[in-house]
Protein backbone atom coordinates (compact mmCIF):
# COMPACT_ATOMS: atom_id res chain seq x y z
CA UNK A 1 0.00 0.00 0.00
CA UNK A 2 1.27 3.54 -0.72
CA UNK A 3 2.52 5.66 2.03
CA UNK A 4 0.16 8.60 3.18
CA UNK A 5 -2.81 7.43 0.51
CA UNK A 6 -6.02 6.05 0.39
CA UNK A 7 -7.22 3.80 -1.74
CA UNK A 8 -10.59 4.45 -3.25
CA UNK A 9 -11.75 1.07 -3.21
CA UNK A 10 -11.92 0.86 -7.46
CA UNK A 11 -9.39 -1.60 -9.05
CA UNK A 12 -6.44 0.09 -11.25
CA UNK A 13 -7.97 3.35 -10.10
CA UNK A 14 -4.95 4.19 -7.24
CA UNK A 15 -2.57 3.69 -10.00
CA UNK A 16 -4.09 5.86 -11.88
CA UNK A 17 -3.82 8.54 -8.70
CA UNK A 18 -0.39 7.79 -7.91
CA UNK A 19 -1.43 5.46 -5.22
CA UNK A 20 -4.90 6.81 -4.27
CA UNK A 21 -6.14 9.90 -2.63
CA UNK A 22 -4.09 11.87 -0.59
CA UNK A 23 -4.53 11.87 3.38
CA UNK A 24 -5.78 14.44 5.38
CA UNK A 25 -6.92 16.47 2.17
CA UNK A 26 -10.83 16.69 0.83
CA UNK A 27 -11.53 14.71 -2.43
CA UNK A 28 -14.73 16.36 -4.36
CA UNK A 29 -16.65 13.67 -6.57
CA UNK A 30 -18.43 15.78 -9.09
CA UNK A 31 -21.37 14.14 -11.66
CA UNK A 32 -25.04 13.83 -12.40
CA UNK A 33 -27.72 12.04 -10.36
CA UNK A 34 -27.07 8.24 -11.20
CA UNK A 35 -23.89 8.51 -12.71
CA UNK A 36 -22.62 6.13 -9.58
CA UNK A 37 -21.26 8.72 -7.18
CA UNK A 38 -22.93 7.15 -4.03
CA UNK A 39 -21.53 3.57 -5.07
CA UNK A 40 -18.10 5.19 -5.30
CA UNK A 41 -18.42 6.36 -1.95
CA UNK A 42 -19.18 3.21 -0.38
CA UNK A 43 -16.75 1.42 -2.25
CA UNK A 44 -14.26 4.09 -0.91
CA UNK A 45 -15.44 3.95 2.90
CA UNK A 46 -15.45 0.41 2.69
CA UNK A 47 -11.80 0.37 1.41
CA UNK A 48 -11.13 1.95 4.98
CA UNK A 49 -11.31 -1.92 6.31
CA UNK A 50 -8.43 -3.37 4.68
CA UNK A 51 -6.20 -0.16 4.88
CA UNK A 52 -6.86 1.32 8.59
CA UNK A 53 -9.04 -1.37 9.99
CA UNK A 54 -12.02 0.11 10.10
CA UNK A 55 -14.98 1.25 7.42
CA UNK A 56 -15.31 4.89 6.48
CA UNK A 57 -18.66 6.77 7.52
CA UNK A 58 -21.15 8.00 5.74
CA UNK A 59 -22.73 11.63 6.66
CA UNK A 60 -26.04 11.98 4.27
CA UNK A 61 -27.06 15.48 3.76
CA UNK A 62 -29.79 14.46 1.12
CA UNK A 63 -32.75 17.12 2.08
CA UNK A 64 -35.31 17.13 -1.14
CA UNK A 65 -33.98 14.46 -3.60
CA UNK A 66 -34.90 10.77 -3.08
CA UNK A 67 -32.33 9.05 -0.68
CA UNK A 68 -29.29 7.75 -2.18
CA UNK A 69 -29.71 4.47 -1.62
CA UNK A 70 -26.37 3.94 0.69
CA UNK A 71 -28.00 1.17 2.79
CA UNK A 72 -29.07 -1.08 -0.35
CA UNK A 73 -25.99 0.05 -2.24
CA UNK A 74 -23.06 -1.35 0.87
CA UNK A 75 -25.02 -3.98 1.63
CA UNK A 76 -25.25 -5.62 -1.94
CA UNK A 77 -21.51 -4.15 -2.83
CA UNK A 78 -19.35 -5.31 0.24
CA UNK A 79 -22.25 -6.72 2.42
CA UNK A 80 -21.92 -3.94 4.86
CA UNK A 81 -24.98 -3.36 7.21
CA UNK A 82 -25.10 0.46 7.80
CA UNK A 83 -26.99 1.39 11.22
CA UNK A 84 -28.49 5.01 11.41
CA UNK A 85 -27.58 7.14 14.04
CA UNK A 86 -30.73 8.81 15.59
CA UNK A 87 -31.08 12.38 15.43
CA UNK A 88 -33.06 12.47 18.95
CA UNK A 89 -30.21 11.03 20.37
CA UNK A 90 -28.50 13.96 22.42
CA UNK A 91 -24.81 14.00 23.23
CA UNK A 92 -24.24 12.48 26.75
CA UNK A 93 -20.32 13.92 28.21
CA UNK A 94 -20.23 10.76 30.58
CA UNK A 95 -21.02 8.14 28.39
CA UNK A 96 -19.24 9.33 25.23
CA UNK A 97 -16.01 6.92 25.46
CA UNK A 98 -18.08 3.62 27.09
CA UNK A 99 -16.40 0.90 24.65
CA UNK A 100 -20.00 -0.75 25.47
CA UNK A 101 -22.14 1.96 23.87
CA UNK A 102 -23.51 1.29 20.05
CA UNK A 103 -21.61 2.85 17.46
CA UNK A 104 -23.63 3.62 14.29
CA UNK A 105 -21.66 4.86 10.55
CA UNK A 106 -24.59 6.41 9.30
CA UNK A 107 -26.06 9.78 9.57
CA UNK A 108 -28.48 11.96 7.90
CA UNK A 109 -28.90 15.64 9.68
CA UNK A 110 -31.18 17.14 7.68
CA UNK A 111 -34.82 16.02 8.11
CA UNK A 112 -36.58 18.31 5.91
CA UNK A 113 -37.72 16.52 2.94
CA UNK A 114 -39.19 17.83 -0.28
CA UNK A 115 -37.98 21.27 0.77
CA UNK A 116 -35.69 23.24 -1.49
CA UNK A 117 -32.23 24.14 0.41
CA UNK A 118 -31.42 27.56 -1.10
CA UNK A 119 -31.77 30.70 0.21
CA UNK A 120 -33.33 32.51 -3.17
CA UNK A 121 -36.38 29.59 -3.02
CA UNK A 122 -36.80 30.17 0.11
CA UNK A 123 -38.81 32.93 2.18
CA UNK A 124 -37.43 34.37 5.22
CA UNK A 125 -39.71 32.07 7.53
CA UNK A 126 -38.44 28.58 5.82
CA UNK A 127 -34.58 30.01 5.24
CA UNK A 128 -34.70 30.71 9.51
CA UNK A 129 -36.19 27.38 10.10
CA UNK A 130 -33.73 25.64 8.00
CA UNK A 131 -30.76 27.62 10.16
CA UNK A 132 -32.65 26.48 13.51
CA UNK A 133 -32.19 22.85 12.05
CA UNK A 134 -28.72 23.32 11.59
CA UNK A 135 -28.21 24.44 14.51
CA UNK A 136 -29.94 22.37 16.28
CA UNK A 137 -27.97 18.99 14.98
CA UNK A 138 -24.59 20.81 15.04
CA UNK A 139 -23.67 18.90 18.29
CA UNK A 140 -24.72 15.74 17.22
CA UNK A 141 -22.51 16.64 13.77
CA UNK A 142 -19.77 17.13 15.53
CA UNK A 143 -20.02 13.80 18.56
CA UNK A 144 -20.33 11.92 15.73
CA UNK A 145 -17.71 12.49 13.47
CA UNK A 146 -15.14 13.13 16.67
CA UNK A 147 -16.66 9.37 18.04
CA UNK A 148 -15.58 7.58 15.11
CA UNK A 149 -12.49 9.39 14.61
CA UNK A 150 -11.34 8.75 18.16
CA UNK A 151 -12.32 5.32 17.39
CA UNK A 152 -9.85 5.12 14.66
CA UNK A 153 -11.95 5.44 11.98
CA UNK A 154 -9.63 7.86 8.93
CA UNK A 155 -11.97 8.14 5.97
CA UNK A 156 -15.69 9.66 5.88
CA UNK A 157 -17.90 10.53 3.05
CA UNK A 158 -20.19 13.46 2.38
CA UNK A 159 -23.58 12.84 0.12
CA UNK A 160 -26.69 14.13 -0.84
CA UNK A 161 -25.60 17.71 -1.35
CA UNK A 162 -27.65 19.27 -4.27
CA UNK A 163 -26.93 21.54 -7.51
CA UNK A 164 -27.04 25.28 -6.54
CA UNK A 165 -26.33 28.33 -8.56
CA UNK A 166 -24.60 30.17 -5.75
CA UNK A 167 -23.49 28.13 -3.03
CA UNK A 168 -23.52 30.60 -0.31
CA UNK A 169 -26.94 30.61 -0.62
CA UNK A 170 -27.38 26.91 0.25
CA UNK A 171 -27.63 25.13 3.95
CA UNK A 172 -26.10 21.95 2.87
CA UNK A 173 -22.63 24.11 1.75
CA UNK A 174 -23.27 26.03 5.36
CA UNK A 175 -23.03 23.02 6.83
CA UNK A 176 -20.44 21.45 4.80
CA UNK A 177 -18.27 24.54 5.30
CA UNK A 178 -18.54 23.71 8.66
CA UNK A 179 -17.72 20.27 9.15
CA UNK A 180 -14.81 20.89 6.94
CA UNK A 181 -12.98 24.09 8.88
CA UNK A 182 -13.89 23.18 12.61
CA UNK A 183 -14.05 19.85 12.57
CA UNK A 184 -11.92 18.07 9.89
CA UNK A 185 -9.55 21.40 9.65
CA UNK A 186 -9.20 21.54 13.30
CA UNK A 187 -7.16 19.85 15.60
CA UNK A 188 -8.59 17.12 17.87
CA UNK A 189 -7.78 19.25 21.20
CA UNK A 190 -10.16 21.92 19.65
CA UNK A 191 -13.08 19.72 18.30
CA UNK A 192 -13.28 18.01 21.94
CA UNK A 193 -13.06 21.56 23.02
CA UNK A 194 -15.87 22.76 21.04
CA UNK A 195 -17.80 19.67 21.72
CA UNK A 196 -17.39 19.14 25.48
CA UNK A 197 -17.13 23.23 26.24
CA UNK A 198 -17.60 23.96 30.09
CA UNK A 199 -17.13 19.80 30.62
CA UNK A 200 -13.69 19.84 28.60
CA UNK A 201 -11.33 20.40 31.90
CA UNK A 202 -13.66 17.72 34.14
CA UNK A 203 -12.92 15.22 30.55
CA UNK A 204 -9.58 16.24 29.53
CA UNK A 205 -7.17 13.53 30.95
CA UNK A 206 -9.41 10.87 28.81
CA UNK A 207 -10.08 13.05 25.86
CA UNK A 208 -6.00 13.21 25.78
CA UNK A 209 -5.56 9.35 25.44
CA UNK A 210 -8.10 9.19 22.77
CA UNK A 211 -6.73 12.59 20.50
CA UNK A 212 -5.89 11.69 16.85
CA UNK A 213 -4.18 12.93 13.83
CA UNK A 214 -6.74 15.22 11.51
CA UNK A 215 -3.71 14.58 8.78
CA UNK A 216 -4.80 11.02 8.41
CA UNK A 217 -8.29 11.85 8.04
CA UNK A 218 -9.84 12.01 4.25
CA UNK A 219 -13.07 13.25 2.75
CA UNK A 220 -14.60 12.26 -0.08
CA UNK A 221 -17.28 15.09 -1.10
CA UNK A 222 -20.34 13.16 -3.70
CA UNK A 223 -21.51 16.81 -5.29
CA UNK A 224 -24.59 15.83 -7.80
CA UNK A 225 -24.75 18.81 -10.97
CA UNK A 226 -26.92 19.40 -13.59
CA UNK A 227 -25.02 18.52 -16.34
CA UNK A 228 -24.97 14.95 -17.19
CA UNK A 229 -22.30 15.64 -20.21
CA UNK A 230 -18.61 14.89 -18.90
CA UNK A 231 -17.14 17.81 -21.54
CA UNK A 232 -19.68 19.82 -20.06
CA UNK A 233 -18.62 19.20 -16.21
CA UNK A 234 -14.96 19.65 -17.48
CA UNK A 235 -15.12 23.19 -18.94
CA UNK A 236 -17.87 24.71 -16.31
CA UNK A 237 -15.27 26.88 -14.38
CA UNK A 238 -15.63 26.88 -10.17
CA UNK A 239 -16.64 30.12 -8.58
CA UNK A 240 -14.08 32.63 -7.16
CA UNK A 241 -13.31 31.20 -3.14
CA UNK A 242 -15.80 28.02 -4.17
CA UNK A 243 -15.04 25.33 -1.50
CA UNK A 244 -14.65 22.99 -3.79
CA UNK A 245 -11.31 24.95 -5.61
CA UNK A 246 -9.86 23.98 -2.10
CA UNK A 247 -10.25 20.36 -2.62
CA UNK A 248 -7.20 18.53 -3.26
CA UNK A 249 -8.73 16.04 -5.65
CA UNK A 250 -11.35 16.68 -7.85
CA UNK A 251 -12.57 13.82 -10.01
CA UNK A 252 -15.89 14.39 -12.91
CA UNK A 253 -18.05 11.10 -13.54
CA UNK A 254 -20.22 11.91 -16.65
CA UNK A 255 -21.78 10.46 -19.97
CA UNK A 256 -19.68 10.36 -23.24
CA UNK A 257 -21.48 10.22 -26.43
CA UNK A 258 -19.94 7.23 -28.56
CA UNK A 259 -22.32 7.58 -32.06
CA UNK A 260 -25.88 6.35 -30.89
CA UNK A 261 -24.58 5.04 -27.61
CA UNK A 262 -23.30 6.72 -23.93
CA UNK A 263 -20.65 5.27 -21.98
CA UNK A 264 -19.63 6.12 -18.33
CA UNK A 265 -16.59 8.06 -18.13
CA UNK A 266 -14.09 8.93 -15.09
CA UNK A 267 -11.68 12.65 -15.83
CA UNK A 268 -9.02 13.44 -13.07
CA UNK A 269 -9.49 17.10 -13.17
CA UNK A 270 -7.06 18.02 -10.15
CA UNK A 271 -5.00 15.79 -8.16
CA UNK A 272 -2.10 17.83 -6.13
CA UNK A 273 1.00 16.02 -5.32
CA UNK A 274 0.99 13.99 -8.28
CA UNK A 275 0.44 14.19 -11.84
CA UNK A 276 -3.33 13.68 -13.19
CA UNK A 277 -3.74 11.05 -15.73
CA UNK A 278 -4.41 12.46 -19.15
CA UNK A 279 -7.04 10.40 -20.37
CA UNK A 280 -10.68 9.98 -19.60
CA UNK A 281 -11.00 6.60 -17.86
CA UNK A 282 -14.29 4.36 -19.04
CA UNK A 283 -16.18 2.57 -16.52
CA UNK A 284 -19.18 0.25 -15.83
CA UNK A 285 -21.19 -0.72 -12.51
CA UNK A 286 -22.28 -4.06 -12.03
CA UNK A 287 -23.66 -5.45 -8.46
CA UNK A 288 -20.37 -5.26 -7.05
CA UNK A 289 -20.19 -1.24 -7.67
CA UNK A 290 -17.46 0.58 -10.19
CA UNK A 291 -14.96 -0.92 -12.09
CA UNK A 292 -12.66 0.47 -14.82
CA UNK A 293 -12.77 -0.86 -18.51
Known sequence: MYENRQSTGIAGLDEKLGGGLVNGTMTVLIG??????????????????????LRGIIFDMASRIDPQGHKEYAQRICNWILKE????????????????K???????????QGKRVTKRDLD????????????????STIAFFFRHFTNGVRRFVVDGIEP??????????????????????????????????QNYFIYQEIIAKHLYRKEDVGCLVCYTTPETSLDAMIEKTL????????????????KIRDGVKFKRGIYVAKHRSCKCPDEILLYDIDDKGIFLL
Not at 88 to 95: M, S
Not at 124 to 138: G, V
Open 32 to 53: SSGIGKTQFGIQYANAGLNQEG
Open 164 to 197: VQHQGESIQFELLEYIYHQIIRKDAEWVARDLFR
Open 124 to 139: FEQWNDWNAELSKNLE
Open 239 to 254: DEGDLLASANTIIYMG
Open 85 to 100: ESLEKRFEHEKFFDNN
Open 102 to 112: TVCDYFHPLQY
